[in-house]
């Protein structure tokens, strides 16, 4: 079975921290991909980054940045100096060979 | 570039009344197609994906159906709305030659049923 676990189901920081999103993962498939997709309340799933099972090198994009660890099965997401625009459901997903799975979402809310 | 459009971008319609909501992808060639509704709880939920034309799986058994008469066009389709079908209605698509690339968006429709 496939399953994307976003623990946290909403966080809040004050502007400038920073702050990680969890994605815990459970596949069997020996390849897959990896997602993180952002919902501002506009409601459109931004496409973020995608990240293959044979890939563990972290990556950074600006204030945001990567952390894949196939020991722990988690793709975490980390932003830096957080600003009001990051305020967003934040969504994990996997690709198997047959199927992509979403997690619930992380409701992240940045206070000025 | 390629572009997915959703319309409408709301609808209020009453119980048992039918449904159309129409997703159009532009700028790319047979790409897999997908419906996703998304409740007030805000987890996605796969409802139908295809990958080509008259191509159509379901995912879940419910009042709803989809059909893609063309390659580029996918429609989601009721004949007796429910109160539960309301929610938000995700498109999104999908290079049809790339099993594990990401999905793209469009801008979704917010379906209330009163």
């Known amino acids: 079975a496939q399953k994307v676990t976003q623990a946290q189901t909403e966080i809040s920081v004050v502007e400038k921290e920073d702050v990680t999103l969890d994605c815990v993962y459970e596949?069997?498939?020996?390849?897959?991909?990896l997602f993180w997709y952002k919902q501002p309340p506009s409601g459109e799933l931004v496409f973020l980054i995608r990240r293959n099972s044979f890939d563990e090198q972290n990556e950074i994009s600006g204030r945001y940045s990567w952390n894949f660890q196939k020991s722990t099965s988690s793709f975490n997401f980390t932003i830096t100096a957080s600003q009001v625009v990051d305020s967003a459901v934040y969504f994990c997903a996997l690709r198997g060979y047959q199927k992509v799975t979403f997690g619930t979402g992380t409701k992240l809310q940045v206070i000025p | 570039s390629q572009t997915i459009h959703q319309w409408p971008a709301t609808l209020v319609q009453p119980v048992g009344s039918p449904l159309s909501l129409e997703c159009t992808v532009e700028?790319?060639?047979?790409?897999?197609l997908y419906w996703y509704r998304q409740a007030a709880g805000r987890g996605l939920q796969l409802l139908f994906y295809s990958v080509g034309i008259g191509q159509i799986s379901s995912e879940v058994p419910q009042n709803l159906s989809a059909s893609r008469p063309q390659d580029r066009q996918f429609i989601l389709s009721s004949k007796k709305l429910l109160l539960s079908d309301s929610g938000f209605y995700l498109c999104a698509w999908k290079l049809g030659d790339r099993v594990f690339h990401e999905q793209y968006f469009g801008p979704g429709t917010r379906l209330t049923v009163t």
């Open positions: 596949t069997r498939d020996t390849t897959y991909y």
């Open positions: 700028g790319t060639s047979n790409p897999n």
